[in-house]
């Protein structure tokens, strides 16, 4: 079965520091793909970063890195210097190469505290 | 990236009613998404939209309640019938471009009173 797993529901971070929210994959396909995406209170699911399964070097892109784990089945996410502007849902979803649906995680609830 | 326009942002309607939601993307898109998310849970696929097909609707949703229209490339509407509260929810569309990333309109957040 597909499963995405995020098991931190909230989290408070210090402005200005790093944070990783965690994410597990489950899945048999050997091709896939692995998103983040943000969700700020107004609603809009804001797309952040990709990684494909294929891919040797993890993505990158500005603030936002994806520590992908391939053996360990994790693809988490690192925002460095984090911002007010980052508080937000943060969504991990996966999709196989099956299928072409997303899986989504269930989401974390990231307040910055200034 | 594509850029994606939803209308109406949102709206609180009667039960009994119906909603047409417009998605409009700046781009030709072969398959266009249509998602429902309810709230505090994460996103459901209610339908994918091929142009020139009929819309395939995943299970536990189904045409007479959600049709679909989706009349060219760059556009497809998503009409939420007969509402009643339980379908209060952010309704999104999304597209996926070559490179396989997955982008999505701001959303229709819709209250049924």
């Known amino acids: 079965a597909q499963k995405i797993t995020q098991t931190q529901p909230g989290m408070f971070v210090q402005e200005k520091e790093a944070v990783t929210l965690d994410c597990t994959y489950d899945?048999?396909?050997?091709?896939?793909?692995l998103f983040w995406y943000k969700q700020p209170s107004s609603g809009e699911m804001i797309f952040l970063i990709y990684q494909g399964s294929y891919d040797e070097q993890n993505a990158t892109e500005g603030r936002y890195s994806l520590n992908f784990q391939k053996a360990r089945k994790s693809a988490n996410l690192v925002i460095s210097a984090s911002q007010l502007g980052d508080s937000a849902m943060y969504f991990c979803a996966m999709r196989v190469e099956s299928n072409y649906q997303l899986i989504w995680g269930a989401g974390t609830k990231l307040i910055i505290k200034p | 990236s594509a850029v994606i326009s939803q209308k109406p942002s949102r709206d609180i309607c009667q039960r009994g009613t119906s909603l047409t939601i417009q998605c409009q993307v700046d781009s030709q898109v072969t398959m266009m998404f249509w998602y429902r998310q309810q709230p505090g849970q994460s996103l459901t696929l209610i339908a994918t939209?091929?142009?020139?097909?009929?819309?395939?609707?995943e299970s536990g949703f189904v045409i007479d309640k959600f049709p679909i229209s989706r009349p060219n490339l760059t556009f497809s509407t998503l009409t939420v019938s007969n509402m009643s509260p339980e379908d209060s929810s952010i309704y999104l569309c999304s597209v996926s471009n070559a490179r396989d990333e997955q982008y999505f309109g701001p959303g229709t957040r819709l209250t049924v009173t």
């Open positions: 939209a091929n142009q020139g097909s009929e819309a395939t609707y």
């Open positions: 899945t048999s396909d050997q091709s896939y793909g």
